[in-house]
């Protein structure tokens, strides 16, 4: 089976994000996804640390510790752009001000519930961030990740595993084999992006698929 | 006149008492106030509950702190980091509380504590375990969770230029905290990169009125940031 590479997931999720979107991109795999917005459109990242019209990472020397992203590293602010406080970065997510964000994820379920912030193992130390603000509160929950575990279990799941990040939050799963629209009539296929065919996708899947779209 | 602007670091956190609630700004480094950090573990003060996004990185700033076993508790939002292996090891040895809070309501509880608001109800974190034991409510159809405020005896923050009467503008990402931070302590302290004379400072572009701070710490000598 020829699966998508994490930069060929990246690139299909960039394709899916129209012109003049507002969007956060998750700190880890998400990230990737600023390499590949096409050029011609004008997309405005946010980054939670309190920054819009987020750039690409400077080029060295240039580097100002008082200018970073989310996952605090050095980046580049764009013409048009700007500073803002705390609180007000995260109105911008709970308000619904953002169009999309991108998140990774542990699990994904059926009825759209997120795992993405601990495993829940005992010596873990938890730490949450942003995720539990943007799952709630973008307008709509585009998640990224690998359809299975290197064990080769599914990773979408009729009920998460994991502690949830949120409830019934998830409106888009891009993996390395299709993209799955979460409806109330369960997951939809939008696009199968493997070499394999619905029956092999559904067999690679945790959950019934809901059909294609 | 009033004249909010003190000697030194030292001076200006003289009086943190033992088991005081100080909030401190910063997102990583950006923005944290390394020079009063520093004049509080000098200081002394123990058993203090720290409110930050992080819970330190490497061995200066929050995490020097830290490894002085000056804190009892810390609320945040992200401890665990590559190289926050200060906070590890307390939390490890259960020498440090942790009371894990989302970014935005972490962010919102400051806020609301500064603009005397007793709570709010907020979608983020319902039916996770960060919600748990906690009030709900369905407004709307909808699921929210009850948060509280936190107020704090002493915020220490960094901010770019600042006045004799407390008025602050601030630089580019390290913003973050300061200002909703400066308003929900009893005492604001400013470690600033200028000191502007009264009136240089651009009413419209002033980010903390001075009403919110009580010190403005200046650079060490030789350490002026140029206008």
């Known amino acids: 089976m020829k699966r998508l590479t994490r930069e060929q997931i990246a690139m299909r999720v960039a394709h899916d994000i129209p012109e003049g979107a507002y969007v956060n991109l998750g700190i880890g795999l998400p990230t ?109 929950v585009f998640v990224m990740m690998e359809h299975q575990t290197k064990t ?12 949830v990040t949120g409830i019934a939050c998830v409106d888009r799963i891009y993996t390395d084999l299709a993209v799955l629209d979460v409806t109330p009539a369960g997951l939809v296929v939008r696009e199968i992006l493997a070499d394999i065919s619905f029956a092999e996708l559904q067999e690679a899947t945790g959950v019934k698929l809901a059909g294609r779209s | 006149m009033i004249n909010k602007i003190f000697a030194s670091p030292q001076a200006a956190v003289a009086d943190i008492h033992d ?35 992080n819970a330190g990185n490497g061995d200066t700033g929050l995490a020097a702190l830290l490894q002085a076993k000056r804190v009892r508790k810390i609320i945040c939002s992200f401890p665990r980091q590559v190289d926050s292996h200060a906070f590890d090891a307390l939390y490890r040895a259960g020498q440090i509380e942790l009371e894990l809070t989302p970014q935005g309501n972490l962010a919102e509880r400051i806020r609301a504590a500064g603009a005397g608001i007793g709570g709010f ?45 407390g008025n602050l503008v601030y630089r580019k990402t390290a913003r973050n905290f300061g200002p909703i931070m400066a308003t929900a302590a009893k005492c604001t302290i400013a470690q600033v990169a200028r000191v502007a004379e009264l009136g240089e400072l651009d009413p419209e572009v002033v980010v903390t009125p001075g009403i919110f701070v009580k010190r403005v710490v200046p650079p060490a000598p030789g350490q002026e940031m140029q206008p």
């Open chain 1, 152 to 163: 080769g279990e599914s990773k979408i799941v009729e009920q998460c595993t994991y502690p």
């Open chain 2, 121 to 165: 109800f907020t979608p983020t974190a319902y039916g996770t375990l960060l919600a748990e034991g906690k009030e709900t409510r369905v407004i709307d159809g909808r699921h929210y969770v009850f948060e509280t405020p936190i107020h704090a005896d002493f915020a220490l923050i960094k901010a770019h230029c600042g006045d004799r009467w």
């Open chain 1, 32 to 140: 990737k996804v600023s390499n590949y917005l096409p050029a011609q459109r004008e997309i405005i990242l946010h980054s939670e640390n309190g920054l819009l019209g987020m750039g690409p990472a400077p080029s060295p020397g240039m580097q100002d510790e008082d200018l970073i992203n989310a996952g605090k590293q050095p980046v580049t602010l764009l013409a048009g752009g700007a500073f803002f406080h705390q609180a007000d970065s995260f109105a911008m997510m709970r308000g619904g001000h953002l169009d999309i964000c991108v998140l990774g994820a542990f699990q994904v379920s059926a009825g759209g519930d997120l795992a993405n912030w601990h495993t829940g193992a005992p010596d873990a130390i938890p730490a949450v961030g942003g995720a539990m603000d943007l799952a709630v509160g973008a307008r709509q």
């Open chain 2, 19 to 53: 088991g005081a609630t100080v909030m401190i700004g910063g997102f990583g480094n950006a923005g944290m106030p390394l020079a009063l950090i520093n004049a509080l573990i000098d200081q002394g003060a123990r058993e203090l509950t720290v409110v930050n996004n």
